[in-house]
C-alpha cells in the first residue's frame, strides 16, 4: 500500500501542473519566472538532501515538484512575468547557503531545514498575492499539490524528521494559500469591475 501512496504522490504532484499551465496559455495566470526557478532550485536540494538521507517517498514528493515547477519556469519563459527583484536574490542565496551548510556539516537534515526555511519566506509573496488577488491564482494546481504531499507522508514506512519536514511543510502551505483563496474579501472582484 505504501508503493502506491508513493506513485500517487509524485503522479498528483506533477499532474498539479496541468491546471496552472492550462491557465498561463490562456493568459489568465502570469507565473513568476524568478520565483518558479526558485523553487525548482530548492526542492531540487531537497531531493537530493531526501536522498541522501534514504528518505524515498519525500525525495519523491521533492522531485516530482521540481519537475512540476520546472515545467511552468519553461511553459512561462514566452508568457511570464520576468521581474528580477531584490527579494528573489535573497531567496536564491538561501538556497545556496542551504547547499554549503549541507556541504560543511555534512547533514542532509540541515539542506532540509535550510530548505524549508528559504521555502516558507519565498512562499509569503504567494501567500499575500492569494489573499489579494485569488483570481489570478489557479485553486486547483494548490489543491492537488496538497493532496500529492499527503500521499508522499503516507508513503513514508519509518517515520524520521528528514524525510517528515518537506511533505509536512507543503501540505501546509498548499493548504493555507487554499484557505486564503477561499476566504479573501476580494474573490471575483476583477470580474466585477
Sequence with gaps: MK???LIASGAITIIAALPYLNDVLKHQTKPRIVSWFNWT???????????AAKQYPSAVLTGAACVETIVIVIAGF??????FEKFDVLCQFGAIIGLILWIIFNSPLV???ATVTIDFIAGLPTWKHAWESPDEETSSTFVLSAIGSGFALLALRRPHVSGLLYPIFITLSTVIVIVLLALSPHRHASRKS
Aim: aromatic share 4%; proline share 0%.
Design 3 to 5: 508503493t502506491v501512496f
Design 41 to 51: 532550485l530548492l526542492t531540487g536540494i531537497a531531493t537530493a538532501a531526501a536522498l
Design 78 to 83: 514566452h508568457l511570464g512575468d520576468k521581474k
Design 111 to 113: 539542506a532540509i531545514i
